[in-house]
T-cell receptor
Framework: DAGVIQSPRHEVTEMGQEVTLRCKPI?????LFWYRQTMMRGLELLIY????????DSGMPEDRFSAKMPNASFSTLKIQPSEPRDSAVYFC?????????FGQGTRLTVV | TQLLEQSPQFLSIQEGENLTVYCNSS?????LQWYRQEPGEGPVLLVT?????EVKKLKRLTFQFGDARKDSSLHITAAQPGDTGLYLC??????????????FGTGTRLTIIP
């Protein structure tokens, strides 16, 4: 298995544009997490899914953020409209029992 | 919100020295994990501890879960430059729906000087 795959690896966009981050979890893992990492706030949980169902989205900053998991092999995190303060590295992780594996992240820069 | 405080925040030591990193919380966790993250990469799982008082060893790394399952420590013996990285602890809690979510600590950035 190739591990958790995120795309794109880097994204630079202008303020106000829509941004979509993508994640392919490891096959067979039933939980998927979206995290955001910044120097100031560390690694923050945004939302997590269990068996494709959103369980806890209390970490989503505001209504500009939305996440979907239409099937077991794909998830998206969308920001619309994007703002400079959204600049961060966004990680997707999939988990089975005690084992959690992270993707390489998407470095988002909003200018 | 469960807060996991790690200390120290930064640590720079000479190769061959020993060190301990701490992860503390006022919350009880069903399990606790330690990760290492290198620049440009995602965190990589090192170990999971489940039972209060549990000790696990991974070569030169020793992990301990506190008796009350609120805190943990990571001890590295004879540190090597390859140990350099950001060390993160993560506590697992069970939601009202019976699912587990991971909350990460503030991180310890470790630098081993050759």
């Amino acid at each position: 298995d190739a591990g958790v795959i995120q795309s794109p690896r880097h994204e630079v966009t202008e303020m106000g544009q829509e941004v979509t981050l993508r994640c392919k979890p490891i096959s067979g893992h039933n939980s998927l997490f979206w995290y955001r990492q910044t120097m100031m706030r560390g690694l923050e949980l945004l939302i997590y899914f269990n068996n494709n169902v959103p369980i806890d989205d209390s970490g989503m900053p505001e209504d500009r953020f939305s996440a979907k998991m239409p099937n077991a092999s794909f998830s998206t995190l969308k920001i619309q409209p994007s703002e400079p303060r959204d600049s961060a590295v966004y990680f997707c992780a999939s988990r089975h029992l005690f084992w959690a594996f992270f993707g390489q992240g998407t470095r988002l820069t909003v200018v | 919100t469960q807060l996991l405080e790690q200390s120290p925040q930064f640590l720079s030591i000479q190769e061959g020295e020993n060190l301990t990193v701490y992860c503390n919380s006022s919350s009880v966790f069903s399990s606790l994990q330690w990760y290492r993250q290198e620049p440009g990469e995602g965190p990589v799982l090192l170990v999971t501890v489940v039972t209060g008082g549990e000790v696990k060893k991974l070569k030169r790394l020793t992990f301990q879960f506190g008796d009350a399952r609120k805190d943990s420590s990571l001890h590295i013996t004879a540190a090597q430059p390859g140990d350099t990285g950001l060390y993160l602890c993560a506590g697992a809690t069970v939601s009202n729906f019976g699912n587990e979510k991971l909350t990460f600590g503030t991180g310890t950035r470790l630098t081993i000087i050759p």
